[in-house]
């Protein structure tokens, strides 16, 4: 994939994840059940998050797109994981006012449960569903409708574990379709610019 596609669909990414770090701080539609308290911080720390998710999933499942089947699969949970774990970094320090010494080690603070589990369930599961969407079928040319609704559909349901923790759980209905849709404005830029140049 051309750096301008992985551009803008980061670009993206961070768009939708600055609108929705925005929307919990501005307690839109209705504030989040766990009630952190959210400073104006959390917006550019969403935007890191959100790129992070994306520009993950696109280049590693673009990277390996072309490797053999085994290496995809087998290559999905760790790409989710580091995904999840990096992208959480900034929002845990800004969120929960965690030390950077906390933010940057956050996995490893309960236990082997936790360091396995938990970067997947802090949205690394929705690089997991946007990775298999890409190194499956995504790189190989497919319209920017298709990344438009994968990303959706990843967006909303690899978030889903989340907000059913922290509730509301529609947040992740919510959330993944404005992250989805702004990941498929990306690509679709990507592509209308790319048939532009011939």
């Known amino acids: 994939m051309r750096s301008r596609a992985m551009l803008a669909i980061g670009l993206g990414g961070a768009l939708g994840g600055a ?10 539609p209705v504030p989040v059940k766990e009630n952190p308290t959210f400073t104006w911080q959390v917006i550019p720390a969403g935007a890191i998050h959100g790129g992070v998710l994306a520009v993950v999933a696109l280049g590693l499942g673009t990277l390996l797109s072309k490797r053999t089947l085994g290496l995809r699969l087998l290559a999905a949970l760790p790409v989710a994981w580091a995904a999840g774990y990096l992208s959480w970094i900034p929002l845990g320090h800004v969120v929960f006012e965690w030390p950077w010494s906390k933010s940057l080690t956050w996995p490893l603070n ?13 949205f690394g599961f929705v690089t997991l569903l946007y990775f298999a969407a890409v190194a499956f079928w995504l790189a190989r040319g497919s ?12 967006g909303c349901l690899g978030s889903l574990w989340w907000w059913i ?3 509301p759980w529609y947040f992740s209905v919510l959330h993944g379709a404005i992250w989805g849709g702004l990941v498929g404005l990306g690509a679709w830029v990507s592509h209308r610019n790319c048939m532009h140049l011939g």
């Open 110 to 122: 309960d236990g082997w449960g936790s360091t396995l589990l938990d970067p997947l369930r802090y």
């Open 19 to 28: 609108v929705n770090a925005w929307l919990c701080y501005a307690g839109l």
């Open 165 to 167: 923790d922290v509730q």
């Open 143 to 154: 319209r920017p409708v298709a990344h438009a609704a994968l990303a959706v559909i990843s």
